[in-house]
């Protein structure tokens, strides 16, 4: 089992090496002495540019990283064990991209007269989005076992090109020309722009999403084996899903919102929790989230390193490493011939 407290120190080692590392190297003990002057008054003298790139910069980006990657990778346990597809995840499913198109809609064409928030429209994207996979998959006759798998994340490649198609004439049709730029470099995945009042949104979603899939943990358990097992363990099955789909189309329309489009981490991190703590769900989700939390924040480091005198989207370096996985794991599910 993964305690709190030692899921609450490696959490904060990573958050810690993501602030120190950089396109400019800060001492750890410069990090410790700024926050302590900003946190508990401590009157440590430092550099002002240097407390400033600390705490406005550095430490916001590491949390919105951290909560960006729990989330997602929460999210994509949801949706695999309820699907029972080693596939399904928020980017492949096309809740990202419906997401972003929400979004966009608030932010670029005014949806909602100013009444609607960046959040709340991603929401209705991300839910729009889902709807019209499962829509698809059941039209398409998908059924169960290995077919279904195949059928849904067909639909969701469909559900990602058509919403990611609304997003691009969305842009094209009622963006300026540097409006255009930025949301662009946005959809990629962009923790640039992370600030403090984004922290106080991630958070509590993060955690929020965290602790939900703990209290059904037993329940996700019941779904291994299938809907009617799950029945007849009595397990409310249709309020679960209802409940669990909800929890992962607001996780990820969180950090939509706030980071962008960030495929492959609900992929690649529930699949790695697997393999280090096992199927059980009280284990994999805290597993999971730590794990998603750690690899985006490396990711982020990775951005701002990999290029000198650049930043990449962080959604670059997610997918050059989940798009071999993702390869893998289609390898290894091939059926025998």
């Known amino acids: 089992m993964l305690h709190g407290g030692w899921i609450g ?42 407390q400033g790139i600390v705490w406005n910069y550095r430490l916001t980006r590491a949390i919105i990283a951290a909560c960006c990657g729990a989330s997602l990778a929460v999210a994509g346990v949801i949706l695999q064990s309820l699907l029972r597809n080693a596939l399904a995840e928020p980017y492949l499913l096309g809740i990202s991209a419906g997401a972003s198109t929400g979004a966009v809609l608030v932010t670029v064409a005014g949806l909602g007269a100013g009444a609607v928030s960046m959040s709340a429209g991603a929401l209705a994207g991300a839910l729009s989005a889902f709807l019209l996979v499962a829509l698809l998959s059941r039209a398409s006759g998908g059924g169960t076992g290995p077919r279904a798998a195949g059928q849904i994340v067909l639909a969701g490649i469909a559900g990602s090109q058509l919403f990611n198609a609304l997003t691009a004439f969305i842009i094209t049709r009622s963006a300026s020309a540097e409006q255009a730029r930025g949301i662009m470099f946005w959809l990629l995945g962009n923790l640039s722009g992370a600030r403090w009042d984004n922290v106080a949104a991630a958070v509590p979603v993060a955690l929020a999403v965290t602790l939900v899939c703990l209290w059904q943990a037993r329940s996700l358990d019941a779904f291994t084996f299938g809907v009617d097992s799950a029945l007849s363990l009595g397990v409310p099955v249709r309020r679960l899903q209802a409940l669990l789909i909800l929890a992962a189309a607001l996780a990820t329309a969180v950090m939509v919102s706030i980071v962008g489009s960030v495929g492959f981490v609900g992929l690649v991190v529930p699949h790695a929790a697997r393999f280090l703590v096992g199927v059980r769900h009280s284990r994999l989700v805290p597993a999971s989230a730590l794990m998603g939390a750690l690899f985006l924040i490396a990711a982020d480091v990775v951005s701002r390193i990999a290029v000198p005198g650049q930043v990449l989207p962080i959604g670059v370096v997610t997918a050059l490493v989940g798009a071999p996985v993702f390869a893998v794991i289609l390898i290894r599910r091939r059926p025998a011939r």
């Open 9 to 50: 120190a490696v959490l904060a080692a990573a958050i810690l090496a993501g602030i120190c590392i950089g396109e400019t190297a800060i001492p750890p003990e410069t990090v410790l002495m700024t926050l302590a002057n900003r946190l508990f008054g401590a009157g440590f003298v430092l550099d002002r540019i240097d």
